[in-house]
């Protein structure tokens, strides 16, 4: 029955769910109906391991009384069945512990209608139409590199969902995804050469997934024959795919819960200087066909732009109902049914060089391809292994690097940032550019 509900049905049964709650003592009250199907197809070495299409109807059912919380979630929904969870969120609110802070859920304000976030072409895929793509990718790797490994995955998701609260908010959403992830590893007796890359978009029109391993495979190849480096301080050169990494980890320690709770590096920071003055970023959610953008939250409240640094100077945090009525601040629309705070698409604003320059100018120094910085949410420091890094010595990438480590703190780090690239990878509603953070500890053993 789940997969023949209509839209229509999905708001109402989530309505049905909302008031059950209600009605079995909660003061608030709000629930969610998603309807999904996934086409998922997996490699493992180098030939298709699976490929299978699953269908589910999942709701989840938050109730609050006096600010305490009870949530039920279910699969495979009816009207019976969603009922009963309502009936069980509302009895559990019931028996939580008082929060004085709670003051209540978001109101029926507009949100901002968003395009691109559904594409019918995609919504049609076939699991053989996929898997062609993942055999794709094993031709295109075997291209640059006939002895190539490669494991990954490509998925396709098409989700319809309904949201309503006790306060009349209703939403309604449609939404498609395609993605591709890739790994490759290359073996030339015992030395070995790995890398991965990844595609993904909300439409067709946004990714090039046929042949995205074969440029995994030139990175991998140029990862062969990594040598050890010499302990010093010197450049760190953090390519797209890092910077990424690095940038959306700062995005999500600006959320409001973590920082009210005393748990995050930027307590007591608002409105100071924590990075250098290269470095504005932006968090919106309301971008056309933005990997994370939708014109509202997970508690239906609408989003807003966001700019997070602004010339180095933490400008604002992430909030969501609970905690924008906390600080008595507008709610930025971030926060989950579940609880918690996220961050949507990350954008910087660019600077006046291209990355090829920024490593030519670049005396000593280590680049890093991909890979995370790792920092402690609390605390801020870091303490990283460099898994896809060269050596950048008299402004090139001289050779790979191996058993090297980054240490530092992510303030640090931020202060010491001293260029970003004009040009960049994007990713829909992302920018991915390069940046180049000064005086670096790097740990190697040679």
Same mark, same amino acid.
């Given at each position: 029955?789940?997969?023949?509900?209509?839209?229509?049905?999905? *708001?109402?049964?989530?309505?049905?769910?909302?008031?059950?709650?209600?009605?079995?003592?909660?003061?608030?009250?709000?629930?969610? &109906?998603?309807?999904?199907?996934? +086409?998922?197809?997996?490699?493992?070495?180098?030939?298709?391991?699976?490929?299978?299409?699953?269908?589910?109807?999942?709701?989840?059912?938050?109730?609050?009384?006096?600010?305490?919380?009870?949530?039920?979630?279910?699969?495979?929904?009816?009207?019976?069945?969603?009922?009963?969870?309502?009936?069980?969120?509302?009895?559990?609110?019931?028996?939580?512990?008082?929060?004085?802070?709670?003051?209540?859920?978001?109101?029926?304000?507009?949100?901002?209608?968003?395009?691109?976030?559904?594409?019918?072409?995609?919504?049609? *895929?076939?699991?053989?139409?996929?898997?062609?793509?993942? &055999?794709?990718?094993?031709?295109?790797?075997?291209?640059?590199?006939?002895?190539?490994? !490669?494991?990954?995955?490509?998925?396709?998701?098409?989700?319809?969902?309904?949201?309503?609260?006790?306060?009349?908010?209703?939403?309604?959403?449609?939404?498609?995804? +395609?993605?591709?992830?890739?790994?490759?590893?290359?073996?030339?007796?015992?030395?070995?050469?790995?890398? #991965?890359?990844?595609?993904?978009?909300?439409?067709?029109?946004?990714?090039?997934?046929?042949?995205?391993?074969?440029?995994?495979?030139?990175?991998?190849?140029?990862?062969?024959?990594?040598?050890?480096?010499?302990?010093?301080?010197?450049?760190?050169?953090?390519?797209?795919?890092?910077?990424?990494?690095?940038?959306?980890? !700062?995005?999500?320690?600006?959320?409001?819960?973590?920082?009210?709770?005393?748990?995050?590096?930027?307590?007591?920071?608002?409105?100071?200087?924590?990075?250098?003055?290269?470095?504005? *970023?932006?968090?919106?959610?309301?971008?056309?066909?933005?990997?994370?953008?939708?014109? #509202?939250?997970?508690?239906?409240?609408?989003?807003?732009?966001?700019?997070?640094?602004?010339?180095?100077?933490?400008?604002?945090?992430?909030?969501?109902?609970?905690?924008?009525?906390?600080?008595?601040?507008?709610?930025?629309?971030?926060?989950?049914?579940?609880?918690?705070?996220?961050?949507?698409? +990350?954008?910087?604003?660019?600077?006046?060089?291209?990355?090829?320059?920024?490593?030519?100018?670049?005396?000593?120094?280590? #680049?890093?391809?991909?890979?995370?910085?790792?920092?402690?949410?609390?605390?801020?420091?870091?303490?990283?292994? &460099?898994?896809?890094?060269?050596?950048?010595?008299?402004?090139?990438?001289?050779?790979?690097?191996?058993?090297?480590?980054?240490?530092?703190?992510?303030?640090?780090?931020?202060?010491?940032?001293?260029?970003?690239?004009?040009?960049?990878?994007?990713?829909?509603?992302?920018? *991915?550019?390069?940046?180049?953070?000064?005086?670096?500890?790097?740990?190697?053993?040679?």
């Amino acid at each position: 029955m789940a997969e023949e509900l209509t839209q229509e049905e999905l *708001l109402s049964i989530a309505a049905e769910a909302c008031a059950a709650a209600r009605r079995a003592g909660a003061e608030w009250a709000d629930a969610a &109906v998603t309807r999904s199907r996934e +086409i998922a197809v997996e490699l493992e070495k180098s030939a298709v391991a699976s490929a299978e299409t699953i269908s589910s109807t999942e709701l989840s059912v938050r109730a609050v009384t006096d600010g305490a919380r009870g949530m039920f979630l279910l699969e495979g929904v009816t009207r019976e069945n969603a009922v009963a969870a309502g009936k069980a969120a509302g009895e559990l609110s019931r028996q939580g512990t008082p929060d004085p802070d709670f003051v209540a859920l978001p109101g029926p304000d507009p949100v901002e209608t968003v395009g691109g976030l559904y594409d019918p072409t995609l919504a049609r *895929l076939t699991v053989d139409e996929m898997a062609g793509i993942a &055999v794709s990718n094993v031709r295109a790797a075997r291209e640059v590199a006939p002895e190539v490994i !490669l494991a990954g995955s490509v998925e396709a998701h098409r989700a319809e969902s309904a949201f309503v609260n006790s306060l009349g908010v209703t939403r309604v959403g449609l939404a498609t995804r +395609i993605s591709a992830q890739m790994s490759v590893v290359i073996r030339r007796g015992d030395d070995v050469g790995s890398f #991965y890359d990844f595609d993904v978009g909300r439409r067709l029109e946004d990714v090039a997934l046929a042949s995205l391993s074969a440029e995994a495979a030139r990175w991998a190849l140029r990862f062969l024959g990594a040598r050890r480096v010499a302990s010093k301080r010197m450049a760190l050169v953090l390519g797209p795919l890092a910077s990424f990494g690095f940038l959306r980890s !700062l995005a999500a320690s600006s959320n409001a819960e973590s920082i009210q709770r005393q748990r995050s590096f930027l307590v007591g920071r608002l409105g100071q200087p924590i990075a250098s003055p290269h470095l504005t *970023l932006v968090d919106d959610g309301l971008i056309p066909a933005g990997l994370s953008s939708r014109g #509202y939250d997970g508690e239906g409240a609408p989003r807003r732009r966001v700019t997070l640094v602004r010339q180095g100077v933490f400008a604002a945090m992430l909030h969501n109902s609970y905690t924008a009525h906390k600080a008595q601040e507008p709610n930025t629309g971030h926060g989950s049914q579940g609880g918690g705070i996220a961050p949507t698409n +990350i954008q910087v604003e660019l600077g006046s060089r291209t990355a090829e320059q920024i490593i030519a100018d670049t005396e000593e120094g280590i #680049y890093i391809n991909a890979g995370g910085l790792g920092a402690n949410p609390v605390s801020g420091d870091v303490s990283a292994s &460099v898994d896809f890094g060269f050596k950048i010595e008299r402004g090139e990438l001289a050779y790979p690097v191996t058993n090297t480590m980054v240490a530092g703190n992510v303030l640090e780090f931020l202060r010491h940032i001293d260029a970003v690239s004009r040009d960049c990878r994007r990713e829909p509603g992302n920018h *991915l550019p390069t940046l180049r953070i000064q005086d670096v500890e790097v740990a190697g053993s040679g």
